[in-house]
Each structure stands twice: as C-alpha cells, then as structure tokens.
C-alpha cells in the first residue's frame, strides 16, 4: 500500500523569503504526484501533479516540485513567498495501476505560516 | 463552471439521527470519492465511485454507506451517526479512464459535527 510523509507539521517563513516542504512517499513503482492547497475555510486546490516525464514539474502560484526517485521525494519549492501563500498543504500519491487503484493517499499536511 | 458542490456546508446533528450529505458534479467525471480531514491525519478516502453502479471501501469506510445512481451525484450516507465522526468532509471527482486524468477536483467541504 501506498504512503506519504510529510515530517514539518508547521513552517513558518518570512515574506519573500524561499520555501521548501518535503514530501516522502511509499510506492513499490513510480507514483502518480500531487501537490495541493487548503486556504482557510476553503476546499482543495490542485497546485501541481507529476505523471511521468520532466522530473521537475512547474505548478501555479510560481511553484515547483521536483520528482527523486532515489529519495522518494517530492518537495515543494518556492523561491519567494508572499502573504498569500499562508496556508496548509498537502503531498498526496496515486497509484498507477488500474482497477481500484485510482485511490489517492495523502500526508498529514504542513501548515504554512508566512510572517511579514 | 466546472465544479464539485457540497451541500450542506455546515451541519449539526444528534448521535443516531442519520443523515445525508449530497456532493454533484457538472463535469461528467466518471470517477467520485469521498474523504474526511481531521487534524494531524490528512484526507482519508471513505469510499469511491469509478463509475455508475460501481462503488468500494476506501481507508475508513465503517460507519458511512455511499450510492451511485446517476453519474453527476454521490451522497454520503450516515445511518447512526456518532461523535466520532464530527469531522470536514471533502466530495472529489476525477474523470477516469487514463492516468493523466487522475487529477481530483475538491468540493468545497461539509462540517459536521455530531453530538
């Protein structure tokens, strides 16, 4: 079965200041990946999602993560973050195999604080 | 708009008076799944829909019942709610069939909370 790690329960950054949030995951094969935002209050947001392909994927709000196979990575960067930014966010990973497999696990999520 | 919708957003019930939360999609995804948020655990999937007619047991399906009889809506069902199952709870869907299309759109969220 599939798992994902999210070891930082809460960052907190300085506006404009970079960002990284580590993502590890459990996979016998190359996992789908994902990335999403919960702002206060508010449902999911997909922020960027790796199928297969370029290993450093480009997601919205200026976001990015990079696929490490060898770690089993998939952590989320930010070179500046802004105000906005203050949020929870989520790794999750799907499995690539049919049949039930359209599942998604997802960690723990890390709790983003942004000072000004 | 493409979306997910939840209703109710906010519900306050007794223990064992059962209820239903609907989730709808207008975007003709065949794939539907429920999940609950509770701090310090993430999403957990309650159950899923690949298609009409077509559900299963996600992480934490004990407690909830789930119906997929058309393909745009599918309720959650709590017979005997309990207070462990106050939670936030998230409706997705997915259109199906390859694997660039396994991305999930959220719905907005259900709170609930059983006394």
């Known amino acids: 079965a599939q798992s994902v790690t999210q070891p930082d329960i809460h960052i907190t950054v300085s506006e404009g200041a970079s960002l990284e949030l580590r993502c590890n995951y459990s996979?016998?094969?190359?996992?789908?990946l994902f990335w999403y935002v919960q702002s206060p209050g508010q449902g999911l947001q997909l922020l960027l999602k790796y199928f297969s392909g370029d290993t450093l994927v480009q997601g919205i709000k200026g976001f990015e993560a990079e696929f490490k196979r060898s770690q089993s990575s998939f952590n989320l960067r930010k070179p500046s973050v802004h105000w906005s930014d203050a949020a929870e966010y989520f790794c999750a990973v799907g499995a690539r195999s049919s049949g039930s497999a359209r599942q998604l696990t997802f960690g723990s999520g890390t709790q983003l604080t942004v000072l000004p | 708009e493409a979306q997910v919708t939840q209703n109710p957003r906010y519900l306050i019930t007794v223990t064992g008076k059962k209820l239903t939360v609907t989730c709808s999609q207008n975007m003709n995804h065949e794939y539907m799944s429920w999940y609950r948020q509770d701090p310090g655990l993430g999403l957990r999937q309650i159950y899923y829909s690949m298609n009409v007619e077509v559900t299963d047991k996600g992480d934490v399906p004990e407690g909830y019942k789930v119906s997929r009889k058309e393909k745009r809506n599918f309720p959650l069902i709590l017979e005997s709610p309990s207070p462990n199952q106050t939670s936030l709870y998230f409706c997705?869907?997915?259109?199906?069939?390859?694997?660039?299309?396994?991305?999930?759109?959220f719905g907005p969220g259900t709170r609930l909370t059983v006394l």
């Open positions: 996979y016998g094969a190359t996992p789908y």
């Open positions: 997705a869907s997915s259109p199906s069939r390859t694997g660039k299309s396994d991305t999930q759109y």
